[in-house]
């Protein structure tokens, strides 16, 4: 079977300011209804890749394509399939949220009976009727956020692509925003999201594209980046009447060290990986008589994976 092609397609993107060179590379696809991450520290260069595809800024070599359409030679083709959401919008002091929203509508040229009928359905998507009425300048920052992604949304784009929409929301704001984005990939959008917040954009995400110094390091899912990076086994372990009895057990038995002692329990090192190590230890944990009330191994955090990949990659090679 085919696959269809890509919804965004990005080729070898290059792009310097004099000196200072934001993207070296750059390539990736996403296809119709993912939702990709792009991860990456300040500075990485997301915000440069993501105006490239915004049809904002060109790039110094390279290429990108939307929906078929190549950003350069067809901009405003482009600028009709994609919405783009960026990651500051300044606020009018006398606009309404409808206003705004209206505006916006009329840029687009929808004619008066499709634009009222497409306001009404974006700001219910978004939940901003009950505010309609409010001032742009007096929104909480969630509230901002919404009629941002509003606008985003009012001439109803194929691809969505986002600057650290996340960004300073508070956690019910979070919640509520990831819900949209699973909402809008179910109708079919395809939706590109930048954070340098990992966590905020694991569970969001179908799989995600991490940038370093205007390159890609890793490109896949949550789960995949967490495998690839491996580190030790660390496990979690408490006994009943405290975990003391463990420091004098892992100083006498070969493989395990102990990495932290703290009230109730103890964090342990296994090492690498093995087939049976994890069940191995705690049997022998137990056949060594240790009243082990909870053993559980520590999940680490994706951030942790990132920082040790890019230690790997930094590394020298052999
Ligand atoms: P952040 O998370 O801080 O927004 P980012 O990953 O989006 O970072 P970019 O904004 O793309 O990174 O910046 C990449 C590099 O390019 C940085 O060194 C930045 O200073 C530089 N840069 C970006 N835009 C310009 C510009 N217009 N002129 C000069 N340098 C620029």
């Known amino acids: 079977m085919t696959q269809a092609a890509p919804i965004i397609a990005v080729r070898d993107l290059y792009r310097s300011f004099a000196e200072v060179e934001a993207v070296r590379g750059i390539s990736f696809d996403i296809h119709r209804g993912e939702v990709v ?53 300044g606020a009018y002091p006398n606009m309404t949220v409808a206003e705004y929203l209206d505006f916006y509508g009329r840029a687009f040229g929808y004619e008066s009976a499709r634009r009222g009928e497409r306001l009404r359905e974006v700001m219910e998507f978004t939940d901003l009727n009950v505010i309609s009425e409010r001032p742009m300048n007096k929104l909480s920052k969630g509230m901002g956020q919404r009629l941002c992604l509003g606008r985003t949304l009012m001439h109803d784009p194929e691809a969505l692509i986002m600057d650290e929409p996340a960004a300073g929301l508070d956690p019910k704001a979070r919640i509520e925003f990831k819900r949209l984005v699973r909402l809008l990939a179910e109708q079919g959008k ?115 994976a990132f920082v040790d990949l890019l230690k790997k990659l930094e590394a020298p090679q052999p």
């Open 190 to 304: 395809t939706i590109f999201i930048s954070s340098h917040i990992l966590s905020e954009l694991g569970e969001m995400c179908d799989s995600l594209i991490f940038i370093d110094a205007g390159r890609v390091v890793h490109q896949g899912t949550a789960a995949e980046l967490q495998g690839d990076a491996k580190g030790p086994v660390v496990v979690e372990i408490r006994l009943d009447g405290g975990p003391a009895k463990l420091r004098e057990w892992a100083e006498r038995t070969p493989g395990v060290r102990l990495v932290e002692m703290l009230e109730n329990k103890a964090l342990v090192d296994l090492g690498e990986e093995t087939p049976g190590l994890v069940s191995g230890v705690l049997q022998k944990m137990i056949a060594d008589g240790l009243p082990v009330s909870d053993f559980h191994r520590r999940t680490r955090k994706l951030e942790d």
């Open 37 to 89: 991450g792009f991860i990456g520290a300040n500075g990485a260069g997301k915000t440069t890749t993501m105006r490239i595809m915004a049809t904002l800024e060109p790039p110094t070599s390279g290429a990108v394509e939307i929906c078929g359409y190549d950003i350069m030679n067809f901009p405003g083709a482009v600028r009709g399939k994609i919405g783009w959401m960026p990651d500051t919008f």
